[in-house]
Structures are given as structure tokens and as C-alpha cells.
């Protein structure tokens, strides 16, 4: 079965929408989410009647309606989308406030907002670089440079464990076949000592 919901019109617990509630709690995979269902990464847009439809069992959108609880969600026109405490903030003021600094990265990059990095409020003067958008993203970069040195460490450990695993198989194997050789040779060495002690008993005779 499938769920309708208007995830434009929704709001948060303060007003906001979706994808500045996400980037306020520092929620990057459901904003992730929500921009794929549609939702602007930008200045909210205008009220719009557009329906997305969610399977009611997947277990993202439980997830997501879960944040934003449904007790807590009630739909504003477009005359009310100001009713916010901070009014003219983008998702991208809201994730920097937060400190949400791997949430600052992806707006400016994959979200598709880094053009609202010197965008004012409505006080004319309040803009994330100005909140300190720059710091948050230096973290953002030593973090996932972090990520990325703990990957190739994490992979390099992983094949050293498999080159010693392959190195144990092959000294396996050769000690094997060096055993084989071994019994081959003893074979060899008891059946001539045979020969011999029968060739020397006939002569005797």
C-alpha cells in the first residue's frame, strides 16, 4: 500500500520545514532522503500541492515520519512560511548554527546549496559564512579525510590478512608436498634395503 503525503506543506515541531528541521537536528541521511523526494536544499519554496507517495511498510519512511512525529506536523500556506524564529534562515544558516558541519558539506556540494553560503537573512546581515560556515566545512574535510585514512587503513588490513592466508595455504600445500616426497622417498629406500637383503641372503645360500 502506499502512503500520500504532501512532504512540501509538512512542518516540524518549530515551523520548519523538513529539510531545515533535518539540517538543524544534523540528520545528513534524511535530508539525503528528502532531497531525493523532491524537497528543495534552499530557501523553503512556495506552498505546493504536490504529493509524494511513500510505501506505508518501507522502513526509511518509518524512520522519517518518526522524527517528525505526526502529533507534532501541521501544514502551513503560503502566507504562514515566514512563521519561523528565524526568519529568512536556509537550511544551510540552520546546519551551521547546529555545528552539523558533514551536513554543511553536503549542501554546498552534492545538495546543491552553496550558493546560499553568503545569503542574508531578513536582518540583512546573518549568513552562514558569517556564522561560520568556513570552520564548519575545515572540520567537515579533516573528518572525512579522517574517514578516508581509517578506509585504506581498515583495507590495507584487510588484504595483509588475506596475503597471510593465501601464504598459509601455499605452506600448507608445500609442506604436503614435501611430506609426499618424503613417504615416496622412504618408500623407495625400504624397498631397495628389501632388494638388498634378499640379494644378499640368495648369494649366501
Known amino acids: 500500500s502506499v502512503l500520500h503525503i504532501d512532504l512540501h ?11 531545515e528541521t533535518a539540517c538543524k537536528h544534523k ?18 519554496p512556495p506552498y505546493s ?3 509524494s507517495k511513500l510505501p506505508k511498510n518501507n522502513n526509511q519512511t518509518s524512520a522519517i515520519l518518526r522524527v517528525f512525529s505526526s ?3 501541521h501544514k502551513l500556506d503560503s ?4 512563521n519561523t524564529k528565524n526568519k529568512g534562515w536556509t537550511p544551510l544558516h540552520y546546519a551551521t548554527d547546529a555545528g552539523a558541519f558533514m551536513v554543511c558539506l553536503w549542501l554546498i556540494t552534492a545538495g546543491g546549496a552553496y550558493g546560499d553560503a553568503d545569503r542574508e537573512a531578513n536582518d540583512g546581515v546573518t549568513s552562514p559564512r558569517s556564522m561560520g560556515l568556513d570552520h ?5 574535510k579533516r573528518a572525512h579525510e579522517a574517514e578516508g585514512k581509517l578506509k585504506r587503513i581498515q583495507r590495507r588490513r584487510m588484504e595483509d590478512e588475506e596475503r597471510k592466508k593465501a601464504q598459509a595455504l601455499v605452506e600448507r600445500a608445500a609442506s604436503k608436498k614435501r611430506n609426499a616426497l618424503w613417504t615416496q622417498k622412504l618408500h623407495i629406500e625400504i ?3 628389501n632388494r ?7 648369494g649366501g645360500l
Not at 39 to 44: F, K
Open 196 to 202: 638388498d637383503r634378499l640379494g644378499g641372503g640368495g
Open 9 to 19: 506543506s509538512l512542518r516540524g515541531p518549530e515551523g520548519l520545514t523538513l529539510m
Open 27 to 44: 540528520r545528513l541521511e534524511i535530508g539525503k532522503w528528502l532531497k531525493q523526494k523532491g524537497l528543495s536544499t534552499r530557501l523553503y
Open 71 to 73: 502529533e507534532n506536523m
Open 136 to 140: 564548519q566545512i575545515k572540520i567537515a
Open 191 to 193: 624397498q631397495r634395503e
Open 49 to 51: 500541492t504536490k504529493v
Open 79 to 82: 502566507r504562514n512560511n515566514n
